[in-house]
């Protein structure tokens, strides 16, 4: 039987009945829907490829030359302000023939304000002003005093202690921008040292970050002719309270446990004014400090933690009572300038920040870095309409509060604007102030 060859189903080829040609319309439809398509995708690669490449090449690039300080006092009155230096002849001050005096301002209404030029010379005065008359213009402006007692400072930001030309920048801006000395945070609120300690015990630990010996951060300030300012934090410390247990509080039935703060995310350990080893700890870091040259160093953190109810439970009782601000006193030669919030100053009871402030007597020389904040200083009729008002209202109830303590306004320029913080600034100079500190 002959076999039939399979060659498969044949399938006929046909043109698809349903395809029509395309009108002039539709082809100019297409086309244009095509570029918008293009142009949107364009849009889209630069919106988001662009700042995606930006971030790409600016990683492990040193950020402080981004960093530029607002003006200082100095700078944005150039034109007014002449430095005076200790050797300068006194008579050189004086205003010429038909200058209008720089120790007498006025407001913005044109009301005449008190002389200032009485409470030259010293840092964070606040001493009574004169009630001495003078004719001036309303748009004069009081001149803030720079002599040898000034700190006219600006706080660098972190990354300024990256390396030795990131810290160089920095000061060579900060001296461009009218400061006369710039804060250094050597020691952060997590215990770390951001200079090359040569402690023994912290030298090498993990708590040893710098990258710059103390001797090499002292070189570039004489180079800029800028004074420093050393920042460390006291007694919030969770690093170094891991690394020598006895400077943690204990839990009254396991004396061997640290306490840990529980308010924290996570919880951490906080410094014990009361331990010997805290005082032990901290007079080395000051010693440290002073042999490098640093004459003015700032305190943080000089406080007790938030304390909860239930950690009552744990803790000794004498840490919850009246009188524990004494402990604090345990720890204030750490440094010569304390720090405090306004709104903690001038409470009608002393916040946790200004605690040591009940027995002045034990303060000595210390001088109180006020903390002029926009979150800080609420009121029943909520804030005063101009900076000019808050920064006079918290000033004056400050002085009062301190107890005839110098007072060294801070900044925090995070809550104010440029022209915000130029008018605290020059309100300070029409009190009396030659020093601040710009954060």
């Given at each position: 039987?002959?076999?039939?060859?399979?060659?498969?189903?044949?399938?006929?080829?046909?043109?698809?009945?349903?395809?029509?040609?395309?009108?002039?319309?539709?082809?100019?439809?297409?086309?244009?829907?095509?570029?918008?398509?293009?142009?949107?995708?364009?849009?889209?690669?630069?919106?988001?490829?662009?700042?995606?490449?930006?971030?790409?090449?600016?990683?492990?690039?040193?950020?402080?030359?981004?960093?530029?300080?607002?003006?200082?006092?100095?700078?944005?009155?150039?034109?007014?302000?002449?430095?005076?230096?200790?050797e300068a002849d006194p008579d050189d001050k004086l205003p010429a023939e038909g200058q209008v005096d720089s120790a007498v301002s006025t407001d913005d209404n044109g009301?005449?304000?008190?002389?200032?030029?009485?409470?030259?010379?010293?840092?964070?005065?606040?001493?009574?002003?004169?009630?001495?008359?003078?004719?001036?213009?309303?748009?004069?402006?009081?001149?803030?005093?720079?002599?040898?007692?000034?700190?006219?400072?600006?706080?660098?930001?972190?990354?300024?202690?990256?390396?030795?030309?990131s810290l160089a920048a920095v000061l060579a801006k900060a001296k461009a921008g009218g400061y006369n000395s710039v804060v250094l945070q050597l020691k952060d609120r997590?215990?770390?040292?951001?200079?090359?300690?040569?402690?023994?015990?912290?030298?090498?630990?993990?708590?040893?970050?710098?990258?710059?010996t103390l001797d090499e951060i002292m070189t570039l300030f004489r180079e800029n002719e800028l004074i420093p300012v050393a920042e460390i934090a006291v007694l919030s410390?969770?690093?170094?309270?891991?690394?020598?247990?006895?400077?943690?509080?204990?839990?009254?039935?396991?004396?061997?446990?640290?306490?840990?703060?529980?308010?924290?995310?996570?919880?951490?350990?906080?410094?014990?004014?009361?331990?010997?080893?805290?005082?032990?700890?901290?007079?080395?870091?000051?010693?440290?400090?002073?042999?490098?040259?640093?004459?003015?160093?700032?305190?943080?953190?000089?406080?007790?933690?938030?304390?909860?109810?239930?950690?009552?439970?744990?803790?000794?009782?004498?840490?919850?009572?009246?009188?524990?601000?004494?402990?604090?006193?345990?720890?204030?030669?750490?440094?010569?300038?304390?720090?405090?919030?306004?709104?903690?100053?001038?409470?009608?009871?002393?916040?946790?920040?200004?605690?040591?402030?009940?027995?002045?007597?034990?303060?000595?020389?210390?001088?109180?870095?006020?903390?002029?904040?926009?979150?800080?200083?609420?009121?029943?009729?909520?804030?005063?309409?101009?900076?000019?008002?808050?920064?006079?209202?918290?000033?004056?109830?400050?002085?009062?509060?301190?107890?005839?303590?110098?007072?060294?306004?801070?900044?925090?320029?995070?809550?104010?604007?440029?022209?915000?913080?130029?008018?605290?600034?020059?309100?300070?100079?029409?009190?009396?102030?030659?020093?601040?500190?710009?954060?």
């Amino acid at each position: 039987m002959e076999k039939r060859r399979y060659y498969g189903r044949k399938i006929k080829k046909t043109k698809n009945l349903y395809r029509r040609r395309k009108s002039t319309g539709q082809k100019l439809l297409s086309t244009v829907l095509l570029v918008v398509a293009a142009s949107a995708i364009a849009f889209l690669g630069f919106c988001i490829g662009k700042p995606l490449l930006d971030y790409i090449g600016s990683i492990g690039k040193d950020d402080t030359a981004a960093w530029t300080p607002q003006a200082s006092y100095t700078a944005l009155h150039s034109d007014e302000v002449t430095a005076g230096t200790p050797e300068a002849d006194p008579d050189d001050k004086l205003p010429a023939e038909g200058q209008v005096d720089s120790a007498v301002s006025t407001d913005d209404n044109g009301s005449e304000l008190v002389p200032a030029a009485e409470n030259a010379g010293s840092v964070g005065t606040n001493q009574p002003h004169s009630t001495g008359k003078s004719e001036i213009k309303p748009e004069t402006t009081i001149l803030m005093p720079v002599n040898s007692d000034s700190l006219v400072s600006v706080e660098a930001p972190a990354s300024s202690l990256a390396n030795r030309s990131s810290l160089a920048a920095v000061l060579a801006k900060a001296k461009a921008g009218g400061y006369n000395s710039v804060v250094l945070q050597l020691k952060d609120r997590n215990g770390m040292f951001r200079y090359k300690t040569t402690i023994e015990g912290i030298a090498g630990s993990d708590l040893d970050a710098g990258a710059m010996t103390l001797d090499e951060i002292m070189t570039l300030f004489r180079e800029n002719e800028l004074i420093p300012v050393a920042e460390i934090a006291v007694l919030s410390d969770e690093k170094g309270c891991a690394l020598f247990t006895d400077m943690s509080y204990k839990c009254i039935d396991s004396p061997e446990v640290s306490w840990l703060d529980y308010s924290q995310s996570p919880p951490r350990r906080w410094a014990n004014p009361d331990s010997d080893a805290t005082r032990e700890y901290f007079a080395k870091v000051t010693t440290e400090l002073a042999l490098a040259g640093f004459e003015n160093i700032l305190i943080t953190d000089v406080t007790f933690p938030d304390f909860q109810h239930y950690d009552a439970e744990y803790i000794a009782a004498r840490y919850f009572a009246d009188d524990r601000y004494k402990y604090l006193y345990n720890v204030i030669k750490s440094g010569n300038i304390i720090e405090m919030k306004a709104s903690d100053v001038i409470g009608d009871k002393y916040g946790r920040s200004a605690e040591c402030l009940t027995d002045v007597s034990q303060l000595h020389d210390n001088s109180v870095a006020l903390i002029i904040s926009r979150d800080d200083l609420p009121t029943s009729a909520g804030y005063p309409a101009d900076t000019k008002t808050l920064t006079e209202t918290v000033t004056a109830l400050a002085e009062k509060k301190c107890k005839g303590l110098k007072i060294v306004p801070v900044i925090d320029s995070s809550g104010f604007d440029d022209a915000e913080r130029t008018k605290i600034v020059s309100a300070l100079g029409a009190l009396g102030y030659d020093s601040y500190i710009m954060r």
